[in-house]
């Protein structure tokens, strides 16, 4: 005698598909994936950020010791200039005299054959012009450099904004005032010279180079 198997009958009700939990992990686990990635490239471009600004400030002070060398002094902020709290007007001062349109005091040159040579680079810096309330990158074109009259431009940071100059520095330091506010756009003023080391404030931890201002 044989015996049959006994065969079930097909699951017509049986799993198909994916859950509801397991979609809701597959989304957990994606967006874990696209977190991680995002911090990392936001990471690495604000790093990027940083290291040009840093490079940036380091050719300035270069500039700003060969411009020392043929004329004597640095470009000045406290002459010629309405106020220097204005930070914009400033940083144009460091521009226009570095590239040969004014000279320490912030005075044109009547004869462009009078012009110095530039201590910039022009690979090396960005400029920008103000627009309003914001600044917007420009360029130094060729009819710029051969026009006579002196363009408002200021250098500018990885952030858009102009790097704060000032000479001689109202703080009691010696030397100039060269930094980037970096990406909060912040940092601490001081008008008037302190007698003991400021307190630094959270605006200013993200300021680079990071002694700056107020050499802390």
Request: hydrophobic share 35%; charged share 25%.
């Amino acid at each position: 005698m044989h015996l049959s198997t006994l065969k079930l009958p097909p699951n017509r009700h049986g799993r198909v598909g994916f859950t509801l939990i397991e979609i809701m992990i597959v989304l957990l686990v994606v967006g874990i994936l696209f977190g991680i990635t995002f911090t990392g490239a936001s990471y690495l471009f604000t790093s990027q950020q940083e290291k040009k600004a840093l490079a940036d400030i380091e050719a300035l002070k270069l500039a700003l010791e060969a411009f020392k060398i043929e004329f004597g002094d640095y470009p000045r902020t406290d002459v010629n200039i309405s106020s220097q709290d204005e930070e914009f007007l400033c940083g144009q001062r460091l521009f226009q005299a570095l590239a040969g349109f004014v000279d320490k005091r912030g005075v044109p040159y009547g004869d462009q054959s009078q012009r110095p040579k530039s201590f910039l680079k022009s690979d090396a810096i960005t400029l920008g012009e103000k627009a309003g309330s914001e600044f917007r990158q420009v360029s130094l074109s060729m009819s710029v450099l051969q026009s006579s009259s002196v363009p408002e431009y200021a250098l500018i940071d990885s952030w858009d904004i102009p790097y704060v100059y000032e000479y001689p520095r109202r703080d009691g330091n010696l030397g100039f005032l060269l930094f980037s506010k970096g990406p909060d756009q912040e940092a601490s003023t001081f008008s008037m010279e302190q007698a003991n080391a400021p307190e630094r404030q959270d605006s200013d931890y993200d300021n680079l180079p990071p002694s700056e201002p107020g050499k802390w």
